[in-house]
T-cell receptor, first 109, second 116 residues
Framework: GIQVEQSPPDLILQEGANSTLRCNFSDSVNNLQWFHQNPWGQLINLFYIPSGTKQNGRLSATTVATERYSLLYISSSQTTDSGVYFCAGEIYNFNKFYFGSGTKLNVKP | DGGITQSPKYLFRKEGQNVTLSCEQNLNHDAMYWYRQDPGQGLRLIYYSQIVNDFQKGDIAEGYSVSREKKESFPLTVTSAQKNPTAFYLC???????????????FGEGSWLTVV
């Protein structure tokens, strides 16, 4: 399989601060996605971002497929942003998604 | 509403017992997956299925079994051979490879399994 490295592993922010989360892949992947896992364990889809940049409110994501990394930007963070953020990519033609270990974000009021 | 339904939400297993986790989807997805998550860790792939009556082992299939008799259903059995089954189990589905709009994976709410 492939290795998916996420950084930083833990992040503490004051409400209103901005942050950047990074995801590196050891090999080329398709269908890169970002997820937020809430305190109840539910994984919520944030972005489907195989390449380029997308924005959704205070969140945006950029994937540079040729360099095998993706970035998730959180601006003006809120306490509800707390949780664990995962990236995942699919090995081409294998229909298998591989996940990083996640970035645990704690936004303090 | 369309989505992925997992049951039960919480399950307790005695040593030596087999237990089955249910996963049903009404998204008309071809591909389905089972992942295991241990506390503070990422997701590891147990089994996946690209089409009815076909499935493949993931990275940690030992001690688990699955079936895919219907497109909508992909139950996971945790057998007594799985020595450390206490974990959070997540079922997911997607349209599969080759879907024009991209292969986005969606998750159920998960099942917590505890060995007592």
């Amino acid at each position: 399989g492939i290795q998916v490295e996420q950084s930083p592993p833990d992040l503490i922010l004051q409400e209103g601060a901005n942050s950047t989360l990074r995801c590196n892949f050891s090999d080329s992947v398709n269908n890169l996605q970002w997820f937020h896992q809430n305190p109840w364990g539910q994984l919520i889809n944030l972005f489907y971002i195989p390449s380029g940049t997308k924005q959704n409110g205070r969140l945006s994501a950029t994937t540079v497929a040729t360099e095998r990394y993706s970035l998730l930007y959180i601006s003006s963070s809120q306490t509800t942003d707390s949780g664990v953020y995962f990236c995942a990519g699919e090995i081409y033609n294998f229909n298998k998604f591989y996940f990083g270990s996640g970035t645990k974000l704690n936004v303090k009021p | 509403d369309g989505g992925i339904t997992q049951s039960p939400k919480y399950l307790f297993r005695k040593e030596g017992q087999n237990v089955t986790l249910s996963c049903e989807q009404n998204l008309n997805h071809d591909a389905m997956y089972w992942y295991r998550q241990d506390p503070g860790q990422g997701l590891r792939l147990i089994y996946y299925s690209q089409i009815v009556n076909d499935f493949q082992k993931g990275d940690i299939a030992e001690g688990y079994s699955v079936s895919r008799e219907k497109k909508e259903s992909f139950p996971l059995t945790v057998t007594s051979a799985q020595k450390n089954p206490t974990a959070f189990y997540l079922c997911a589905s997607s349209y599969g490879q080759g879907y024009a709009a991209g292969n986005t994976i969606y998750f159920g709410e998960g099942s917590w399994l505890t060995v007592v």
